[in-house]
């Protein structure tokens, strides 16, 4: 939070990324609305604009099914019970929905303006001041399974305040053959259930999580290490 308090300090917009774990959302909103607190009270003091700071969670979809997949894999081929294989199996590429539907719940908690917490009471303080939500961004669209649809992400996942990420192959195939209609609010009890499932099959959804973030952060860093390695070299050249 610090960092992004430090980016909100100077008027910054970004993209925060690996908000991958729903369970992370209960005291990952408050962080967010402290972000916010502080377009208030330290942005819009020096003269700033908080309308003009732009910023997306990234939540990367195919990532989350293809960690809990092979999870699901090792437990099928583990297990002695027919049932829970079975139970395994059906949750198949399912996770990176549920959990996606069931973070953009707790969003809603704070941002509809229907509902009333006391996060809801500051966000609404926020925006009369021109305070933008931190919308979720849907990235890793690209389904990794061919035996999935191609499109599974795109179209389970519409809804507002949300921005959809698509590489320029699963954009082609949206404009082609893509359906249109809000459905993120939809199969909320479905989602729910599908972590119950998972739960119940002894797979915590911390332990995947975990394994994302981690992953994230390293595979970000080796890139920013690479940038960075190209930016020496060139100026060694230049100089």
């Not at 704070?110 to 961004?137: C, F, N, T, V, Y």
């Given at each position: 939070?610090?960092?992004?308090?430090?980016?909100?300090y100077?008027?910054?917009?970004?993209?925060?990324?690996?908000l991958?774990?729903?369970?992370?959302?209960?005291g990952?909103w408050?962080s967010?609305?402290?972000?916010?607190?502080?377009?208030?009270?330290?942005?819009?003091?020096?003269?700033?604009?908080?309308?003009?700071?732009?910023?997306?969670?990234?939540?990367?979809?195919?990532r989350i099914d293809?960690?809990?997949?092979?999870?699901?894999?090792?437990?099928?081929?583990?297990?002695?019970?027919?049932?829970?294989?079975?139970?395994?199996?059906?949750?198949?590429?399912?996770?990176?929905?549920?959990?996606?539907?069931?973070?953009?719940q707790?969003?809603l908690?704070?941002?509809?303006?229907?509902?009333?917490?006391?996060?809801?009471q500051?966000?609404?303080?926020?925006?009369?001041?021109?305070?933008k939500?931190?919308?979720?961004?849907?990235?890793g669209?690209?389904?990794?399974?061919?035996?999935?649809?191609?499109?599974?992400?795109?179209?389970s996942?519409?809804?507002?305040d949300?921005?959809?990420?698509?590489?320029?192959?699963?954009?082609?195939?949206?404009?082609?053959?893509?359906?249109?209609?809000?459905?993120?609010?939809?199969?909320v009890?479905?989602?729910?259930?599908t972590?119950?499932?998972?739960?119940?099959?002894?797979?915590?959804?911390?332990?995947?999580a975990?394994?994302?973030l981690?992953?994230?952060?390293?595979?970000f860093?080796?890139s920013?290490?690479?940038?960075?390695?190209?930016?020496e070299?060139?100026?060694?050249?230049?100089?």
């Amino acid at each position: 939070m610090n960092a992004l308090k430090a980016l909100n300090y100077h008027g910054q917009s970004f993209w925060f990324d690996s908000l991958d774990d729903e369970s992370l959302t209960g005291g990952g909103w408050k962080s967010i609305i402290r972000w916010n607190d502080s377009q208030g009270m330290i942005f819009r003091p020096r003269g700033g604009d908080p309308a003009k700071v732009v910023a997306v969670a990234g939540f990367y979809l195919n990532r989350i099914d293809t960690e809990v997949d092979a999870r699901l894999t090792a437990l099928e081929m583990q297990s002695r019970c027919s049932e829970k294989e079975a139970s395994a199996k059906s949750l198949h590429g399912r996770m990176a929905i549920a959990s996606a539907k069931l973070t953009y719940q707790s969003f809603l908690e704070i941002h509809d303006e229907q509902r009333w917490s006391e996060l809801s009471q500051r966000w609404r303080a926020l925006k009369s001041l021109g305070a933008k939500p931190l919308r979720l961004l849907w990235s890793g669209t690209e389904v990794k399974n061919p035996e999935y649809d191609e499109l599974k992400y795109l179209e389970s996942l519409i809804g507002r305040d949300t921005v959809s990420a698509m590489a320029p192959l699963t954009a082609k195939a949206f404009r082609r053959r893509g359906r249109v209609s809000p459905t993120l609010e939809k199969g909320v009890e479905e989602a729910r259930a599908t972590v119950v499932q998972l739960q119940e099959l002894g797979l915590a959804w911390e332990a995947p999580a975990g394994s994302l973030l981690a992953d994230g952060v390293l595979a970000f860093r080796k890139s920013f290490d690479r940038l960075l390695d190209g930016i020496e070299r060139r100026t060694r050249v230049a100089a």
